[in-house]
């Protein structure tokens, strides 16, 4: 109090602001708030302009992949597949099912949380026309993660609901694979969002990202076959790998996969780690990035 | 006097060791319409970004409406409207659909923002390209929808970066009035530009910023009379003889500005100089007697021409 000079202490005569500083302290509630919802509905919207696109890749591709792995591949493997030696296997197809509905989710995130990031923040800087709104950078990436999420359930939900048609699933507690993959699809995208933002042009990373990060994880991280099947030296990829961590907690949720609590326990752990780093990391170079 | 709108005070960016803005202070009042004039690269943009509460400062005082952006930026930004230089419709979505999206933005409610939605596609001459593709517009079009979207909150100060740039002279003209409007409902706007009749157009007062300082300040025709003379006489004697008759106008007009491809004379009389140049036995290719302009004065304060 001390430090407010004379002149100032007039001029901010006590009691009520000047009526526009008012208005502006009002207005200002509602965005502070809300704002992360504005920004999801505002994807929303865009996601209506591909629909077409989304529901035909959500429904074609768990028709294609189940019935591909389960009439194709699933006739030549006759053995019940085992995931660790010793325990007790199950039919191919079941055994591979949540593995397909985690990297299904995988794929919506890293559809979602690549192209569109760069899109945002320089191809069509449609987030800095949201930073000069009341909107604040962290809720930008808030409500990306929002939209993003609602598409990541629904297609697992769908991807679910084939993996029921073609008899995959004997558990009951099987519904929870959705939350499973969702959660995996969010651990890798929310890292990828992470990265995307720090790029200042794209001279081909992402497709970098795609062909050598996604591709070969599908390949590494128990998703065709069990993890113990690799080498020794090849199985920490699927440690690090969200994709591994979203498979064996969708087979736990699906079948009953055998595997030690703690060993559930750190497959939530991990992913949820991921997801809250890329999240927190988001958040912090939009706020840098935007606020230049 | 009603208080300011904005005020900054020795306001600084830097961006490691240039210094976009290098203290600039200055006041704009409600219902001002001020510029910042300055040719690319003088800081007026980033000015714009830090009185738009988005980019922080790195020192000096800032205050618009009354508060501080950075403890508020989302209170400030909520009574603002923003045309930035580049245009950041989302292409994604229709021309309606950019107005409808942004103004929820602000948290208004859904009604209110068709209807204003509605109203701005007619003030914006954009009524019928309502369902049209963001794409397929022109770039007249676009800036049009781009200020009508900045005016979705029904804003107090409106924020114009280069807001003709790029635009032919009709597409140009067609925004002005629009702007002309705005001011004369008593809009707050600020705006940078580089050229001098768009400043001289649509400010009542401006001023002339150069390597992210103020060079000079004033209304238009202070500027002029301060820093310029009445009329400009504009001789050409070919590009390669410019230099060597210049020496010979010693003494014509209150001063001489050499160009490469034209000598400028400052007069109060440009008709007379003229005849005072042909009287010396000096016979320009072409010659034009105009009145001063925001441009001379640029060049007087800079020594350079705001457009190279």
Redesign the interface.
């Known amino acids: 109090m001390s430090a407010e000079s004379p002149r100032q202490q007039a001029t901010d005569a006590p009691g009520a602001p000047r009526p526009e500083t008012a208005r502006a302290l009002a207005a200002g509630t509602r965005p502070r708030r809300f704002g992360a919802w504005y920004v999801a509905e505002h994807r929303f919207r865009v996601m209506r302009s591909y629909l077409q696109t989304m529901l035909a890749t959500g429904i074609g591709s768990p028709i294609i992949y189940l019935y591909g792995l389960g009439a194709g591949l699933a006739s030549l493997i006759d053995a019940p597949v085992a995931s660790q030696p010793g325990a007790e296997g199950v039919p191919y197809l079941v055994f591979v099912a949540p593995a397909l509905l985690a990297s299904a989710a995988i794929t919506v995130a890293t559809e979602e949380f690549s192209y569109p990031i760069m899109l945002g923040y320089k191809w069509n800087p449609t987030f800095t026309g949201m930073h000069a709104s009341p909107i604040r950078p962290g809720q930008i990436v808030d409500g990306i993660v929002i939209s993003v999420t609602v598409r990541i359930l629904a297609t697992s939900a769908v991807y679910y609901l084939f993996m029921l048609l073609f008899g995959a699933v004997p558990s009951p507690l099987g519904y929870l694979a959705v939350l499973a993959a969702t959660l995996g699809g969010l651990a890798f995208g929310h890292l990828l969002m992470a990265y995307v933002s720090t790029l200042e042009q794209d001279t081909g990373q992402i497709a970098l990202v795609m062909r050598f990060l996604v591709l070969p994880m599908t390949l590494f991280s128990g998703t065709f076959f069990p993890l113990s099947q690799l080498p020794w030296f090849l199985q920490p990829i699927g440690w690090v790998s969200p994709l591994w961590h979203a498979t064996e907690l969708s087979r736990v949720f699906a079948y009953g996969y055998p595997e030690p609590l703690w060993l559930t326990v750190v497959h939530v752990v991990v992913l949820v780690a991921m997801a809250a780093v890329g999240w927190i990391a988001s958040r912090r170079i939009a706020a840098r990035r935007l606020g230049r | 006097m009603p ?1 300011p ?1 904005i005020t900054a005070r020795d306001l600084r960016k830097q ?1 490691e060791d240039v210094a976009a803005v290098d203290g600039i202070s200055f006041e704009v009042s ?1 219902g001002e319409s001020f510029g910042l004039l300055g040719p690319n690269g003088a800081g007026k943009s980033t000015t714009m970004r830090m009185v ?1 509460a ?3 400062r790195t020192s000096g005082d800032l205050e618009i ?3 501080d952006p950075n403890a ?9 409207g ?1 045309v ?1 230089q ?1 245009d ?6 229709r021309v309606r ?1 950019n107005l409808l ?2 103004g ?4 208004l409610p859904r009604r209110t923002i068709a209807e204003r939605a509605d109203e701005l596609l007619a003030f914006a001459q954009l009524e019928e390209k309502s369902k049209a593709k963001v794409d397929a517009l022109s770039g007249g079009m676009k800036r049009r929808l781009t200020i009508a ?1 900045a005016l979705i ?1 029904d804003p ?1 100060i409106l924020l114009l970066d280069e807001p003709t740039t790029g635009l032919d002279p009709q597409a140009r003209h067609i925004l002005w009035d629009r702007l002309f409007r705005l001011k004369e409902q008593g809009t707050t706007l600020v705006l940078t530009t580089h050229y001098m009749d768009e400043a001289e157009q649509l400010c009542d007062r401006l001023i002339v910023v150069d390597h992210g300082r103020i060079m000079a300040e004033g209304t238009p025709a202070e500027l002029i009379r301060a820093h310029s003379s009445r009329e400009v006489l504009e001789v050409r004697f070919g590009a390669d003889r410019n230099a060597e008759v210049a020496k010979r106008l010693e003494g014509v007009g209150d001063r001489i500005e050499v160009l490469p491809d034209r000598i400028l004379v400052y007069s109060a009389n440009g008709e007379a100089e003229l005849v005072r140049i042909t009287e010396a036995g000096l016979h320009p290719i072409t010659s034009l007697v105009r009145r001063s302009s925001l441009e001379d004065v640029f060049l007087r304060l800079t020594g350079r021409s705001l457009i190279e």
């Open positions: 208080a709108v961006y409600p738009g988005v980019s922080t409406l009354g508060l508020h930026g989302p209170d400030i930004r909520s009574q603002l923003v930035p580049a950041n419709l989302d292409t994604e979505l659909e999206v942004y929820r933005y602000f948290g979207r909150n107090r």
